[in-house]
């Protein structure tokens, strides 16, 4: 078997199981996004910020997915939100298997908004489905405006880009002009949200984007 064949059976089988996972996930009446950035981008801050807001309007709960520790677990659970770690021990992504073994643990709970939150990588969770409603990206500010065009498969497979860290612009070259406009040219009809994690710029609008989903 050739690699391309080797991988396109991975793809093929993770499929199945993301597909599996979405009918489980709408049968039990939860809406589920999968979040993917760089590392460092806000990922973690984000569902934090999320949280805070939505807390007493919906049921949360939240999937980690790291590649060590469970720091950001810790994170969630601080606010008392039902929460489960994966530890991938090196795997650069999360894949549908994976999210199916630790919903296992959150299956009696009653949740209608699960965050499903993806190793640091905006490379191979674009072509990993894991059961979501939508896949959200997020890029920081400090990453630079060229990260759509460098990395447009992810782009191009989300329904919505939150650009963080929004405070920091007087302090950078990047221009929020150009991620838009670099982000519409791969995927026009991209929802996008400027937002800052530490100053709260942004967050209430990204939450009544969510709100009217329900
Ligand atoms: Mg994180
Ligand atoms: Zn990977």
Not at 79 to 97: E, F, K, R, Y
Not at 116 to 133: F, H, K, R, T
Not at 136 to 141: D, G, L, Q, R
């Amino acid at each position: 078997m050739s690699l391309i064949t080797v991988e396109r059976k991975i793809l093929e089988k993770n499929d199945e199981i993301a597909n599996i996972n979405r009918e489980k996930f709408r049968f039990n009446g939860m809406f589920t996004m999968n979040l993917v950035s760089s590392p460092g981008s806000g990922k973690t801050s984000l569902i934090e910020q999320t949280i805070n807001v939505l807390k007493h309007k919906m049921k949360i709960a939240v999937i980690e997915g790291d590649v060590q520790t469970n720091l950001d677990a810790q994170r969630i659970d601080a606010l008392g939100v039902p929460v489960v770690q994966i530890v991938t021990n090196g795997s650069c992504h999360l894949d549908a298997m994976l999210v199916r073994d630790a919903y296992q643990k959150l299956v009696n709970i009653d949740i209608n908004l699960l965050f499903i939150e993806n190793v640091g990588n905006l490379v191979c969770p674009a072509a990993y489905d894991l059961g979501e409603d939508m896949k959200v990206v997020i890029i920081s500010t400090t990453e630079g405006d060229d990260k759509p065009l460098k990395y447009p498969a992810i782009f191009h497979n989300s329904r919505v880009l939150l650009i963080n860290k929004i405070d920091l612009l007087p302090y950078l070259k990047c221009n929020i002009d150009t991620i838009i406009n670099n982000a519409h040219s791969i995927n026009p009809s991209l929802k996008i949200f400027e937002v800052s994690c530490s100053t709260r710029e942004g967050i209430d609008e990204w939450c009544n984007y969510l709100l009217s989903r329900f």
